[in-house]
């Protein structure tokens, strides 16, 4: 088992706009190791939210290669991408992305949909995860009667209900005020830390970031300084 | 292939549970389909209910002579001498007083009110002797009495008491210039017939200055199989060279053309009613894809396939479209079944019929509305299977 659970070696990404060619990323190089809780910063446009599709099997490289525990993904086909990211990511994103007509429980339990779980198990499973964001007591509530830091614990809730090993944030905490991105963040880092999962979080907020092991800058496709947080 | 089952279960159900989140435009396709199938449901009532009618007209085993080439009674003559001659023909069975079981008669039209308009329409007003109703089958004095012969009487068709003025029963009325008094109201087991008026063949005779001359001769044959034999009988007598028909296929070919004509208006109204629900359900469920694209793409992102959303699409398409037929031909159905309405027959005269609803057409009702369900879901849910998965990650 190698050290790191992500290793991106020689990354091109284009993307094509009209008949142009529109690079966002060439050769870039980045390692994740296990347990890492990263957070990524860098100015608007500068290729996070489409580093974050790379690293969750959203969206394929146009040139490199993609190692997720020890395996390449760059090549799988888009089934086989569903059926990893199914088993190995779990998306938190801005604007939550819950489901308006579920409860907060049948919204945590969609991932396990996708396991060979049976009822029974699922719903164990949904109450733990419900019960580590502390939010038992709303399991019936739908998100309309949910509060923005409540539905995006329901969406954490989600994110790890089906034990993935890698977190992927898209700016968790953009749409609420400081004191519930505080609440949602010490949760990420409680899940880093207790329970071992691997977070990249992207992050426009230098607050935000420090609740991360370590920051990266992305600019112009580079990644321009390393900075290891306290 | 369970776990298939259950993401297609879970977007599904939550595809139908947004429907109310759309509820105006949805509504607007339930009754959009709704008017298309009920459209095409009447059409069909009614070319079925006027089929009937006139199929259910006539015996397998009466002949009709009538002049060759002349199609209809109205046209036709044949003279005295040649009603002797038909008397001869074999295979034509005996009466109770051992002659041969046949019915000469004219046919001439009359002008009758109907009541629900008040407007005209024409009636046919058939001279018979007392075999019309001994070479016939069914018909029956429902009311009153036989007309007598030699007398200005009348007995007239159910039908066309309930639907004309100025039949009723004891009622004087006039007709080919001439003043009728009704006597009586028959049955004829729902055939054209009842939309007839009948009276003393003699006094048509003599109102219309025929002679000894009729227009039609019904016979009963012995079994339908004779019919060759009267035909060839017929062909072999050049004084008679008439033409032979069962009565069956006689109406049968009569009532062709009208149940085609009510048929051809009633599916390119369908179809053009369709064309305008099915531009309904595409606005609808392109609206519902385009709600749903985060939805969908969170979704996708999780790990679901593009199958459960085509099919959550496909499925609320296929719904509101079922709700709209089952809706169109509720009100088809409760609207027309069984209404009386009347229509050219052959000769221009009126036959009075019903709308007749069967299961069969009900069958064809909800097909219509689940092929524009079809229609209307197919391209939408096509997009919905192919959301990029970037999208989850946009703000609504
Ligand atoms: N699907 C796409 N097609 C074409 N260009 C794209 C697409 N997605 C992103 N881009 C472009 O790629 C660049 C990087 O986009 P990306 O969304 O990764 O930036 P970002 O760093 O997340 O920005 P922000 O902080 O505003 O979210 C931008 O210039 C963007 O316009
Ligand atoms: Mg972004």
């Known amino acids: ?230 | 292939m369970a776990r298939t089952l259950a993401q297609i279960n879970a977007v599904t159900s939550m595809n139908l549970r947004s429907i109310p989140s759309r509820l105006w435009t949805s509504i607007s396709t339930v009754v959009a389909v709704g008017i298309a199938t009920g459209v095409l449901l009447s059409f069909l009532a009614m070319s079925n209910g006027f089929r009937s009618t006139v199929k259910g007209t006539g015996s397998p085993d009466v002949a009709i002579f009538l002049r060759k080439g002349g199609g209809g009674e109205l046209n036709s003559i044949i003279t005295r001498e040649q009603v002797q001659l038909i008397e001869e023909a074999k295979g034509i069975a005996k009466g109770p007083d051992g002659k041969a079981l046949l019915s000469a008669e004219m046919y001439s039209v009359v002008d009758g009110i109907k009541k629900s308009s008040g407007t005209k329409a024409n009636l046919p007003l058939r001279g018979v002797g007392p075999n019309a109703v001994n070479v016939r089958r069914g018909i029956k004095i429902s009311a009153g009495r036989m007309f007598q012969s030699g007398t200005a009487e009348l007995v007239v068709g159910r039908a066309v008491s309930k639907q004309f003025k100025g039949f009723e029963l004891g009622r004087t009325i006039r007709l080919a210039s001439q003043n009728w008094k009704v006597v009586g109201e028959f049955e004829a087991g729902g055939s054209v017939f009842e939309s007839e008026i009948w009276s003393d063949i003699a006094m048509l005779q003599g109102l219309y200055r025929r002679g000894s001359s009729v227009q039609t001769v019904r016979a009963r044959m012995e079994d339908p199989n004779r019919l060759k034999e009267l035909l060839a009988f017929s062909d072999a007598d050049p004084r008679l060279k008439l033409d032979v028909k069962a009565e069956t296929e006689f109406y049968a070919n009569q009532s062709r053309g009208i149940s085609d004509l009510i048929l051809y208006l009633g599916w390119p109204l369908a179809i053009a009613m369709s064309f305008g629900a099915l531009a309904g359900a595409l606005n609808t469920m392109y609206a519902s894809v385009d709600a749903r694209m985060r939805e969908i793409a969170t979704m996708r992102a999780i790990g679901f396939g593009g199958l459960p959303a085509f099919v959550g699409t496909m499925t609320e398409s296929l719904l509101l479209s079922a709700i709209g037929g089952v809706v169109g031909t509720l009100f088809a159905y409760l609207l027309f079944d069984g209404i009386s309405a009347s229509t050219l027959g052959s000769n221009f005269t009126q036959v009075v019929f019903s709308f007749k609803f069967t299961p069969e057409l009900v069958v064809q009702g909800v097909f219509l509305s689940l092929i524009i369900g079809f229609a209307g879901g197919v391209f939408p849910a096509w997009r919905a299977a192919r959301v990029p998965l970037l999208a989850a990650f946009r703000e609504q």
Do not use: W
């Open chain 1, 1 to 230: 088992m190698s050290e790191a659970l992500i290793v991106l070696k020689g990354i091109g990404k284009r993307y094509k706009r009209g008949k142009q060619s529109v690079p966002i990323f060439e050769h870039l190089d980045m390692t994740i190791p296990r347990q890492d809780f990263a957070a990524i910063m860098g100015p608007s446009g500068s290729g996070k939210t489409t580093l974050l599709n790379l690293l969750g099997g959203i969206d394929r490289p146009s040139e490199g290669t993609i190692n997720f525990d020890g395996k390449r993904m760059d090549n799988l086909s888009e089934n086989q991408l569903a059926a990893f990211r199914a088993a190995n990511i779990g998306f938190i994103f801005q604007f939550y992305n819950l489901m308006p007509m579920l409860s907060a429980a049948q919204n945590v339990e969609l991932p396990l949909l996708l396991t060979k779980l049976g009822p029974r198990a699922r719903r164990e499973r949904v109450k733990t995860a419900l019960a580590v964001v502390g939010l038992s007591d709303r399991a019936r509530h739908k998100p309309s009667e949910l509060s923005g830091g409540q539905q995006q614990r329901v969406a954490i809730a989600r994110a790890i209900v089906s034990d993935p090993k890698l977190l992927l944030c898209d700016e968790p905490t953009g749409d609420l005020d400081r004191e519930t991105a505080g609440e949602i963040l010490g949760m990420l880092q409680t899940l880093n830390r207790d329970l071992g999962k691997t977070i990249v979080m992207v992050t426009h907020d230098p607050e935000a970031a420090r609740f991360a092991k370590r920051t990266l800058h992305l600019d112009k496709g580079r990644f321009s300084e390393k900075d290891l947080n306290a």
